[in-house]
């Protein structure tokens, strides 16, 4: 008898049966194996699809045995982790179009602290030397770095985290097909101490469409994005949409007013990214040690706003006063009066008598 996720596996190849109808499947069902199990008539009901279309998501199903989609992934060399499993990254559950499933090959990576590096497939030497060392020196300080494995900063990022800890990949085929096909070394040396991970199952090749929707995968999983060099139609900046949609941090690397490379990282520091120069700026922007002394099971910063993140990352141990906060933080008064509120709230900050604040937990 096949077990819950080789029915999340069946189910996940039905073409009618999206991220939304399957955690109402499961919601409903308490599991995907009882769902499959249901009658027709329960399975519309907690759907509410019409006969036509229910009728054409049963006949589907038969295409697909739960015992056999088990089999095809272990034959692919492949591992998955379904939105019920507590290995799911909470960052990634709290998105409206959370991928059901996520495919992986090589070790499941735990995500408390991670950052995605992201830049131009045309890289220039000093876009790759910086993509290179501000990986390696997050992977030296606990993060995990995520990237793309495309060519130019997606490979030197991956390059300078697997030299000094761990990285993964996000792909826009299933994990087990290697693209750019240059990069099987690379793949290979991912999945050696990370991993490669996708929201497609076994066999699924990359195609125009499925690269956007990789890259909200990849802002997704992480704390914050660095765009290292970016032309300014590159589609590291649709991971900075992305990244700003979801409530990411988004940093930037300023680079040589004459490089075309350097058009797009200008622009998201025009438009409000934090320029940033080296990994432990990220560090402290985060509210993270260098050592990882603070890593908790999922990201301690999780349940706050992108202001939030950056007002506690002013706040210590030390009482500080308003305006000296003010000062620091860029805000508005009564911005950040009502974000340091916000905080009280969440038990994130302290109000002392003279109008200082200090971290709360």
């Known amino acids: 008898m096949a077990d819950e996720l080789a029915y999340w596996l069946a189910w996940h190849r039905i073409p009618q049966m999206g991220a939304v109808r399957l955690r109402r499947l499961h919601a409903t069902f308490g599991s995907l194996r009882h769902a499959w199990e249901a009658s ?22 038969k295409l697909w045995p739960p015992d056999d989609q088990q089999a095809a992934l272990t034959a692919a060399g492949l591992s998955a982790v379904c939105f019920a499993d507590d290995r799911y990254p909470a960052r990634l559950r709290e998105l409206h179009d959370a991928p059901p499933l996520l495919y992986h090959a090589g070790t499941w990576c735990e995500m408390p602290r991670a950052v995605a590096i992201v830049g131009t497939r045309r890289a220039t030497t000093y ?6 060392r501000l990986a390696g020196d997050l992977a030296a300080a606990g993060v995990v770095v995520v990237s793309g494995l495309a060519a130019g900063i997606d490979a030197a990022a991956h390059s300078g985290a697997i030299s000094r800890g761990r990285t993964v990949a996000v792909m826009a085929c299933s994990p087990e097909l290697v693209y750019p096909p240059g990069h099987r070394r690379l793949h290979g040396e991912i999945c050696g101490s990370g991993m490669v ?19 909200r995968l990849i802002s997704g999983l992480c704390a914050a994005v660095v765009v290292v060099e970016a032309g300014a139609r590159s589609g590291a900046l649709i991971t900075a949409d992305f990244a700003g949609e979801q409530g990411r941090e988004v940093f930037a690397v300023p680079g040589p007013i004459t490089s075309p490379a350097s058009a797009g990282t200008h622009q998201l520091i025009r438009g409000g990214a934090t320029l940033i ?14 050592d990882g002394s603070d890593a908790r099971p999922e990201d301690s910063l999780v349940d706050l706003t992108k202001d939030e993140r950056h007002i506690y990352t002013q706040l210590n141990e030390q009482p500080q006063h308003f305006d000296a906060l003010l000062r620091r933080s860029g805000s508005h008064e009564g911005a950040l009066a009502a974000v340091l509120l916000s905080l009280e709230l969440k038990g994130r900050a302290r109000q002392l008598a003279g109008h200082q604040f200090v971290r709360g937990s």
């Not at 876009?127 to 290179?132: D, H, I, M």
């Not at 991970?197 to 195609?207: D, F, L, R, S």
């Not at 120069?277 to 260098?290: K, P, V, Y």
């Open 197 to 215: 991970v996708a929201e497609y199952p076994p066999g699924t090749k990359p195609e125009p469409g499925r690269f956007p929707a990789r890259n």
């Open 40 to 61: 027709p008539a329960a399975i519309g009901t907690a759907l509410g699809m019409a006969p036509e279309g229910l009728a054409a998501c049963l006949q589907a199903r």
């Open 277 to 290: 120069g080296g990994a432990q700026e990220i560090l402290d922007e985060l509210g993270w040690s260098a």
């Open 127 to 132: 876009g790759r030397e910086v993509a290179f």
